[in-house]
């Protein structure tokens, strides 16, 4: 069966760091396009970043401001995302996504075929 499963998820202090992680099983992501999303409470899913399959090109959210890296590591079928950096206002559940159309150029598709089930991160002081 095909799935993402993610983890990494938890509690960090402004200025803290996690890494956000989701593996693939039941296909190969590598040649997937990837993002991770987000959702803060009382609002709508955001993406937060995104690799093209097609092209390799990253794209990052205006409000990541460099803080976040998106990597993906074809040997393990996992991606990742770093947070350094982290502010309050990055609290929500971060998800995974990944879909097997080539695309690219920067930027989110409006469907993905698989998504992680979710993860929490919370930061405060």
């Known amino acids: 069966q095909a799935q993402l499963v993610e983890s990494g998820g938890g509690f960090a202090q402004p200025g803290g760091s996690l890494r956000l992680s989701c593996a693939a099983s039941?296909?190969?992501?590598?040649?997937?396009?990837v993002a991770w999303f987000r959702q803060a409470p009382g609002k709508e899913r955001e993406g937060v970043s995104a690799i093209s399959s097609g092209d390799g090109n990253i794209y990052y959210a205006e409000f990541v401001k460099r803080r976040f890296t998106i990597s993906k590591d074809n040997a393990k079928n996992t991606m990742y995302l770093q947070m350094n950096s982290l502010e309050p206002e990055d609290t929500a559940v971060y998800y995974c996504?990944?879909?097997?159309?080539?695309?690219?150029?920067?930027?989110?598709?409006?469907?993905?075929?698989?998504w992680g089930q979710g993860t929490q991160v919370n930061v405060y002081s």
């Open positions: 996504a990944a879909d097997p159309r080539v695309v690219r150029g920067r930027g989110f598709l409006v469907r993905y075929t698989y």
């Open positions: 039941g296909f190969t992501l590598d040649r997937y396009t």
